[in-house]
């Protein structure tokens, strides 16, 4: 944005400084003369003859005291200025380069705690965030390049084998193009749901967990029981404010990635809500084989797939939890990721609590 060339802060405060001493100054002499003044009676011999006298002495020093405060101002207001200011250079320095795309540089500014000691740390860690962020977005269009690029290769060479082979049974190469078509297209949407989560471009509603639950539940238990998994379900009726078909999705995943990672036969998933007096939780978690804290801190990174947990063809596109994650966040609340001494994992999703609410 283009504005017209003004005088510096610098030179404001100097003035400032220069002006406020000057008047000071002047509000003194012109006390010290009217005290003088006070004591001229005609007839006095010992007293200064007449007001016209004391002024015409009085006058020279003034203008001396005067010419000796704004300069002294100046001067002074000029360097007490610059070095107030300096951490304010360095700050607009740290800004320009942020803007220029360097994101690594810190102002790191020294001294005691004061305003501009608290911008600096702000400012250096909006930096820190910022740098984060672009270098997960990296990743994250690194990774949905490669995957988007899988079934993309896999479906060319498909093609061209069925070109190079006309006898070919098509049969199969339509059953193999529909699951490579079905995994892209379910990537997709993936990507666009995670998307619309990150941008926080939804209406927010009073909605119940509890039932968002049963929902999610009831819709994956025929998943659950063809293989062999027993689905429990308990909890509150948990009020909470935001995305009903968001939260949903958040809960549906959870559920589904509880049932893919669990036990070959005779597993177990758990699915509760609970209420606090500030905030609202669910908690869904299952059996399986026992999972390493450093695993469980990643897995909820975008295309990251625990190489440790039990997998079926029921494994997604690996954006589960990352999808979880970001619907959270979404709704200001948090994921927390913890695995279970027996095994399995227990992810907890906690949420501002609103207040009672009667329909979704």
Same mark, same amino acid.
């Given at each position: 944005m283009d504005r017209a060339p003004g005088l510096s802060v610098r030179l404001k405060l100097t003035v400032s400084y220069a002006g406020f001493l000057m008047l000071a100054g002047a509000v003194l002499l012109t006390a010290g003369y009217f005290s003088l003044s006070r004591g001229v009676h005609p007839g006095v011999i010992f007293m200064v003859r007449s007001h016209a006298d004391l002024l015409r002495d009085f006058a020279p020093i003034a203008v001396i005291v005067m010419a000796f405060l704004l300069v002294f101002g100046l001067v002074g207001g000029w360097l007490l200025a610059g070095r107030?200011?300096?951490? @304010?250079?360095?700050i607009t320095d740290a800004a320009r380069e942020a803007a220029n795309g360097s994101l690594s540089h810190r102002i790191e500014l020294e001294g005691r705690q004061d305003e501009f000691r608290e911008l600096a740390d702000a400012f250096d860690t909006m930096l820190a965030r910022l740098e984060a962020h672009i270098a997960e977005q990296q990743r994250f269009a690194a990774n949905a390049s490669h995957e988007l690029r899988t079934p993309l290769a896999i479906t060319q060479t498909l093609l061209d084998v069925a070109r190079n082979d006309p006898?070919?049974?098509?049969?199969?190469?339509?059953?193999?193009?529909?699951a490579v078509n079905t995994r892209a297209i379910d990537l997709t949407e993936a @990507?666009?749901?995670?998307?619309r989560a990150d941008q926080r471009s939804f209406t927010r509603e009073h909605v119940d967990l509890s039932l968002i639950a049963e929902e999610a539940t009831e819709t994956l238990l025929p998943l659950a029981e063809k293989r062999g998994l027993t689905i429990e379900t308990s909890g509150d009726t948990t009020p909470t404010i935001g995305s009903y078909a968001l939260l949903l999705q958040l809960t549906a995943n959870l559920v589904h990635n509880a049932i893919v990672h669990n036990l070959p036969d005779q597993g177990t998933v758990r699915v509760s809500t609970s209420v606090q007096p500030k905030s609202v939780a669910l908690i869904v978690e299952n059996t399986g084989e026992k999972l390493a804290p450093p695993l469980v801190s990643t897995l909820a990174e975008p295309f990251h797939r625990g190489t440790e947990r039990v997998r079926t063809d029921h494994a997604g596109v690996g954006l589960g939890l990352a999808i979880v994650k970001s619907i959270t966040q979404a709704h200001d609340g948090t994921l927390t990721l913890t695995p279970r001494a027996a095994g399995g994992l227990r992810v907890t999703v906690q949420l501002p609590a609103a207040p009672p609410y009667n329909g979704r």
């Open positions: 107030m200011l300096a951490p @304010l250079t360095r006898n070919r049974n098509n049969g199969e190469l339509v059953d193999r193009l529909h @990507l666009l749901l995670l998307g």
